[in-house]
T-cell receptor
Framework: GENVEQHPSTLSVQEGDSAVIKCTYS??????FPWYKQELGKRPQLIID?????GEKKDQRIAVTLNKTAKHFSLHITETQPEDSAVYFC???????????FGKGTRLSVIA | DTEVTQTPKHLVMGMTNKKSLKCEQH?????MYWYKQKAKKPPELMFV???????INESVPSRFSPECPNSSLLNLHLHALQPEDSALYLC????????????FGPGTRLTVL
């Protein structure tokens, strides 16, 4: 089955700097890659996702890149703000009937 | 309505109690999920319902019993739980297949004494 590795487990950046979180997956059939943000005590919220037919997707300060050959995808947050502090989870699935497989999460701290 | 709702927000129960968690969505989604999340860990899939039928049971102990009365509602019945079952229980839904974008409810924080 699918296995998703996520790095780093913790990340501290200064406000205004960029943050990058990386994930690798094992199943070449996976074709859907969402990213979730979970603030303390809150629900995981879908912030961006990408499908295997594109290599990059952007939404304001957030972007995701996908390298299908290397089987890895990354989340990029530019101009970080204190409210970006949260745990971020990547996930992968074959968008048929296989459920999402989550990475272990990255705790991002943005220092003002 | 573009949200998944869950009740109760918090639940404290003894090991001999029977309780139920409830989840509701009115987005017309046909796949619904129960996850268990421990502190500092990712959500761990428990059950998947697809078109009101149980399609995935991730070897969950029988003290957890899911039910999907209709396409908008999902219940999780709890009986004879253990203290290690204390966790945040998250419900999620997606339009159709489990591999599509999932939207999570706020969760029920469960404490088993």
């Amino acid at each position: 089955g699918e296995n998703v590795e996520q790095h780093p487990s913790t990340l501290s950046v200064q406000e205004g700097d960029s943050a990058v979180i990386k994930c690798t997956y094992s199943d070449s059939a996976s074709n859907y890659f969402p990213w979730y943000k979970q603030e303390l005590g809150k629900r995981p919220q879908l912030i961006i996702d990408i499908r295997s037919n594109v290599g990059e997707k952007k939404d304001q300060r957030i972007a995701v890149t996908l390298n299908k050959t290397a089987k890895h995808f990354s989340l990029h947050i530019t101009e970080t703000q204190p409210e970006d502090s949260a745990v971020y989870f990547c996930a992968a699935s074959n968008s048929g009937n296989t459920p999402l497989v989550f990475g272990k999460g990255t705790r991002l701290s943005v220092i003002a | 309505d573009t949200e998944v709702t869950q009740t109760p927000k918090h639940l404290v129960m003894g090991m001999t109690n029977k309780k139920s968690l409830k989840c509701e969505q009115h987005m017309g989604h046909r796949a619904m999920y129960w996850y268990k999340q421990k502190a500092k860990k990712p959500p761990e899939l428990m059950f998947v319902y697809s078109y009101e039928k149980l399609s995935i049971n991730e070897s969950v102990p029988s003290r957890f019993s899911p039910e999907c009365p209709n396409s908008s509602l999902l219940n999780l019945h709890l009986h004879a739980l253990q203290p290690e079952d204390s966790a945040l229980y998250l419900c999620a839904s997606s339009r159709t297949n489990p591999g599509n974008e999932q939207f999570f409810g706020p969760g029920t924080r469960l404490t088993v004494l």
